[in-house]
């Protein structure tokens, strides 16, 4: 899925193994839990409401989709990965919710229609793409959403310097276990730094002002390898 120039990434090939992977796709949400019911609050908080709309981009198997889904318009749940979106759609008709519309599309696919969303919600996703595509994603995001309208986003991203990132992601890697079940093993945790394309908190936050956003919350936590943030769209 490209935008059909021969330099246009495919983002399948940047998708992460794993999430392609039917096994790692089923235990997903048992290892990992997306805490939708705090983010939910959260966007409640932000203004979101019985009309409001949600792109959830990165969406997996659906458990920020869902939970928005049943307090507002519509949420759209896009994801670039056909597993991902199988389960998904599988949670979503037996929720009975009507609201949702799954679309399969990445970052730099997805074309929104209609009128812009009041949020546009993303976790842990962005950090499939290499910097410079993450700057023409947020661009790309900052056109989906309407001006006031909000971005959540959350992601590993690294909050140090380089000088400390063996320190710092050996820390990280070593909080793995051995089994995959029910928690990430330290070799996902490697396959993660060594394959993915996490970058640092000083770049990423210029990219989201840049792109369009104003950075209004940021939190960083697990000792400097994770962030959330909440931007306005300006
Ligand atoms: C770790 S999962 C996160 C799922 C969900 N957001 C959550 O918090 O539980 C990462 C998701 O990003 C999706 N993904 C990877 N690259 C993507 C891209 N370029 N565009 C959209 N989604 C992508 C994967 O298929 C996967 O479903």
Redesign the pocket.
């Known amino acids: 899925m490209t935008k059909g120039y021969g330099w246009w990434p495919d ?1 399948i090939t ?3 193994r794993e ?1 392609l992977d039917a096994d790692h796709v089923s235990r ?1 949400d048992v290892k ?1 839990n ?1 805490h939708a019911t705090e983010e939910l609050r959260l966007l409640k908080e932000l203004g979101l409401n019985g009309h409001s709309e949600v792109v ?6 659906g ?2 989709t869902l939970a928005a889904a049943s307090a507002c318009a519509r949420v759209i749940a ?4 056909p597993v ?1 979106l199988a389960a998904l759609k599988a949670k979503v008709s037996a929720s009975g919710l009507s609201n949702v519309e799954v679309v399969q ?4 696919t997805y074309e929104h229609r209609g009128r812009q969303a009041d949020f546009v919600y ?4 962005l950090h ?2 290499p910097d410079f595509w993450k700057a023409v994603a947020l661009q790309r995001l900052r056109q989906v959403v309407r001006p006031g309208g909000v971005l959540r986003l ?1 992601d590993v991203v690294y909050n140090f310097d380089p000088s400390d990132a063996e320190d710092r992601l050996e820390q990280w890697c070593a909080t793995g276990g051995h089994e995959v079940e029910g928690d990430w093993s330290r070799a996902e945790l490697e396959e993660h730094v060594r394959d993915e394309h996490s970058t640092f908190t000083w770049l990423l936050e210029p990219m989201i002002e840049r792109s369009g956003f104003e950075i209004k919350d940021a939190v960083y936590s697990g000792g400097g390898v994770f962030a959330s943030y909440i931007a306005r769209a300006v």
């Not at 896009?78 to 990965?81: A, P």
């Not at 599309?105 to 730099?108: E, H, I, M, P, V």
């Not at 993303?122 to 996703?125: C, E, G, I, Q």
């Open positions: 983002e940047s998708v992460g999430n997903y990992e997306a959830d981009i990165g969406a997996g198997t458990q920020f896009v994801d670039i990965s991902m599309a990445g970052f730099l993303s976790r842990y996703a499939h793409l959350w």
